[in-house]
């Protein structure tokens, strides 16, 4: 037993942290970009903004604080300026680690200042972020080992992926419970006739989703899924569990307004956690065999 747990926590990882890497810094850049451009960042964070720097003082706390040390406003575009040139630093794997810290430091501060920002992919995000700060490194698509020629780990340990994985399932888990104790009764689809006529479903005109047995499986399907991940996920359903929470993910972005976009973006990151460096190669065979069982047509 004591062989398997220290296997389980310190064991090798094949973790694909350069994913987990580009994601965290293409959804901060993409932040910063649309509020910077819509003036949203000004709005949320300036001295003049939603909440003003004379009443914040008394109400905002560290790390927040960060954003009200200075009266000056032109201070806040400074922090913006150096939380783009430190999650870009990320991105490219730019001494990586300590972009990761800054990148994950500032973005904390930020939405604290005002925590009207706060919304789904905040939360994976913090936590993706905090992670990236002790993952292996560096990692083998980096600036860090291509460029400064930083040598790859000899054998990188998966507990960092562990915290990761672990705030995953307790993510999912608790969504499904919030479920339950809401409006999402099991035995009917109700609540999911309702969301296809909300104003934020795209195709509240297509009439066959809101058929009793789409809006069953939407319902009970939904429900089964997600409560089940945190369990079934360290079986061998590993992968087919993790493709088909992926697949869930980017029909909500199909199927709903752009405001749950963000959130479901850093969602399927967060599942990258699981993946292993071979599973690409797993679903590579897994196409190529079925395409070979595919009886072809006579011409």
């Known amino acids: 037993m004591q062989r398997r747990v220290n296997e389980f926590f310190f064991g090798p990882d094949k973790t694909p942290w350069t994913l987990i890497r580009l994601g965290c810094a293409f959804l901060v850049l993409a932040t910063l970009l649309l509020m ?6 000004e709005r949320l964070y ?3 903004g939603m909440l003003p720097r004379r009443v914040a003082v008394d109400t905002v706390y560290w790390p927040g604080f960060l954003f009200l040390i200075k009266s000056d406003p032109a201070w806040i575009w400074r922090i913006y300026w150096v939380m783009v040139a430190a999650a870009f630093c990320l991105a490219i794997g730019l001494w990586t680690r300590v972009a990761a810290a800054l990148t994950f430091f500032l973005y904390v501060a930020m939405v604290q200042r005002n925590l009207v920002s706060f919304n789904g992919e905040t939360g994976i995000l913090a936590f993706a972020l905090f992670t990236l700060i002790f993952a292996p490194w560096p990692q083998r698509f980096s600036v860090d080992h291509l460029v400064l020629k930083k040598p790859l780990p000899h054998r990188p340990e998966i507990w960092a992926a562990r915290f990761l994985q672990f705030n995953v399932c307790m993510m999912y888990l608790f969504t499904t419970l919030g479920k339950f104790a809401g409006q999402w009764d099991l ?3 109700e609540i999911w006739y309702h969301i296809t006529l909300s104003d934020w479903f ?3 005109n297509v009439e066959w989703l809101r058929n009793p047995w789409v809006c069953l499986i939407a319902v009970h399907g939904s429900l089964l899924v997600e409560g089940a991940f945190a369990f079934l996920v360290w079986t061998g359903l590993r992968l087919p569990l993790v493709l088909l929470l992926m697949v869930l993910h980017a029909s909500i972005i199909v199927l709903f307004d752009n405001a749950l976009t963000f959130f479901n973006i850093a969602a399927m990151i967060a599942l ?9 190669d797993r679903i590579r065979r897994f196409f190529r065999k079925a395409g070979r069982q595919i009886p072809l047509q006579p011409s």
């Open 36 to 41: 910077g451009i819509s003036g949203n960042y």
């Open 46 to 48: 300036g001295h003049y």
């Open 187 to 189: 035995g009917t689809g």
């Open 202 to 204: 795209r195709f509240s």
């Open 272 to 280: 990258c956690g699981f993946l292993e460096t071979g599973d690409l």
